[in-house]
């Protein structure tokens, strides 16, 4: 079951910053690496290329986390515990080119041929310190006065 993502973390997810991905390696230490990402349609999409030993150990595990810290304000962060829905060399070279105008504005120039592959991760734990939405059991002031109790 996937925590609901609320409004406000869906609009923090939208900005764009990069990402911690953390992935066990076989030892069972964790690997912990920037990465770019888009959120889209309630799922996360990164970019690797193959021969990228995070991927490797992704792709073993099939689960990642990633964290999310607001570049301008170390207090607004974002957890996410995800697990492998796939990985896919098809449609990956397009959008390594689509995060790179995201981020930087400007197509994607490889130092080296590389063969992309897409990440797609499906969340299953979302915390955030961002603000929730009200509970329906939650009294609110009305007026600037706390209701009584019945």
């Given at each position: 079951m996937t925590d609901p993502i609320s409004p406000a973390t869906a609009a923090f997810l939208d900005e764009v910053m990069p990402v911690i991905v953390g992935v066990r390696r076989a030892d069972g230490?964790?690997?912990?690496?920037?990465?770019?990402?888009?959120?889209?349609?309630?799922?996360?999409w990164l970019n690797s290329w193959r021969g990228a030993r995070w991927l490797e150990h992704l792709?073993?595990?099939?689960r990642a986390s990633m964290?999310?810290?607001?570049p301008a304000d170390m207090h607004r962060v974002v957890?996410?515990?995800?697990?492998l829905a796939r990985t896919d060399t098809e449609g990956a070279a397009e959008h390594v080119d689509r995060l790179s105008h995201r981020y930087r504005g400007e197509p994607?120039?490889?130092?080296?041929?590389?063969?992309?592959?897409?990440?797609e991760l499906v969340p299953t734990r979302v915390r955030s310190t961002l603000p929730a939405p009200p509970s329906p059991?939650?009294?609110?002031?009305?007026?600037?006065?706390?209701?009584?109790?019945?």
């Open positions: 230490t964790v690997a912990m690496n920037p990465a770019w990402y888009e959120f889209l349609d309630g799922r996360f792709e073993r595990e099939r964290l999310f810290v607001d957890r996410v515990s995800a697990s994607y120039r490889s130092p080296s041929p590389q063969r992309r592959v897409l990440i059991n939650t009294a609110t002031p009305v007026n600037g006065k706390w209701p009584a109790h019945k």
